[in-house]
Nanobody, 122 residues
Framework: QVQLVESGGGLVQAGGSLRLSCTASGRTFSTYAMGWFRQVPGKEREFVGGIMLSASYTYYADSVKGRFTISRDNAKNTVYLQMNSLKPEDTAVYYC???????????????WGQGTQVTVSS
């Protein structure tokens, strides 16, 4: 079992920045690929970004590429999502995800966090 707890969400104006954190407990954090997804009411949860076990490779949805950066600190069992140049359309609940292999698919995620709200005002 892996437990994931997100933090860092909140309200920010368009063009601003936020950093989300996700701290893991349970099974060895460094054995899992990590990712971030987001969801708005009435829509499916969508992939935002992911990072491989070694942190040597990151990948992003086109909608956030160049604005968001994902990183991980295996010593702290924590993954981060730095969000810059935020837009109102980035408003969503953001979920931390853990999987055995890199994935953009919600069906391949093994563990989810509880989610943290990000609201970007125009």
């Amino acid at each position: 079992q892996v437990q994931l707890v997100e933090s860092g969400g909140g309200l920010v104006q368009a063009g601003g920045s936020l950093r989300l954190s996700c701290t893991a407990s349970g099974r060895t954090f460094s054995t899992y690929a990590m990712g971030w997804f987001r969801q708005v009411p009435g829509k499916e949860r969508e992939f935002v970004g992911g990072i491989m076990l070694s942190a040597s490779y990151t990948y992003y949805a086109d909608s956030v590429k160049g604005r968001f950066t994902i990183s991980r600190d295996n010593a702290k069992n924590t993954v981060y999502l730095q969000m810059n140049s935020l837009k109102p359309e980035d408003t969503a609940v953001y979920y931390c995800a853990s999987s055995l292999a890199v994935t953009t698919l919600t069906s391949h995620v093994n563990y989810w966090g509880q989610g943290t709200q990000v609201t970007v005002s125009s």
